[in-house]
């Protein structure tokens, strides 16, 4: 991820190493690392069993939120690509319970697409 992109909020694809060595003391039992994206301190985990949204607040960033949300809770989601002048792609995920679907953007270099497959296959089912 490009310091521009973190600069201006978007996530970028992180190593399932750097993300499982952050993540290590909540993962389930044989849960594993799928896909992982950086977002200046905060991340956006994608994992065989659920989403996991990792806040880092404050200044030192020691205080840090974990929002476990797992698959059969998001009832929608939608991908938006990049184009000619938006040069971030989107996306949004609808959980069940909340009025206003999680908002995430992704730099350009970013493969959207192997994220929109993931999330389709963990949602709609095999």
Same mark, same amino acid.
């Given at each position: 991820?490009?310091?521009?992109?973190?600069? %201006? $909020?978007?996530? $970028?694809?992180?190593? *399932?190493?750097?993300? =499982?060595?952050?993540?290590?003391? +909540? #993962?389930?039992?044989?849960?594993? %690392?799928?896909?992982?994206?950086? #977002? %200046?301190?905060? &991340? +956006?985990?994608?994992?065989? @069993? @659920?989403? !996991?949204? !990792?806040?880092? *607040? $404050?200044?030192?960033?020691?205080? !840090?939120? =974990? @929002?476990?949300?797992? =698959?059969?809770?998001?009832? &929608?989601?939608?991908?938006?690509?990049?184009?000619?002048?938006?040069?971030?792609?989107?996306?949004?995920?609808?959980?069940?319970? *909340?009025?206003?679907?999680?908002?995430?953007?992704?730099?350009?270099?970013?493969? %959207? =697409?192997?994220? *929109?497959?993931?999330?389709?296959?963990?949602?709609? $089912?095999?």
């Amino acid at each position: 991820m490009g310091l521009f992109d973190a600069l %201006i $909020g978007n996530a $970028g694809e992180m190593s *399932q190493d750097d993300a =499982y060595e952050e993540l290590s003391t +909540i #993962l389930g039992e044989s849960e594993t %690392i799928e896909l992982a994206y950086k #977002l %200046i301190r905060d &991340m +956006i985990v994608l994992t065989n @069993r @659920r989403l !996991i949204l !990792i806040d880092k *607040q $404050g200044l030192t960033g020691k205080k !840090i939120e =974990y @929002r476990s949300v797992p =698959y059969k809770s998001i009832t &929608m989601f939608n991908v938006e690509t990049t184009g000619h002048f938006d040069l971030d792609a989107e996306l949004k995920i609808w959980v069940s319970g *909340q009025s206003e679907p999680l908002d995430f953007e992704f730099s350009g270099k970013t493969n %959207i =697409y192997t994220l *929109q497959g993931l999330l389709a296959e963990k949602v709609a $089912g095999k």
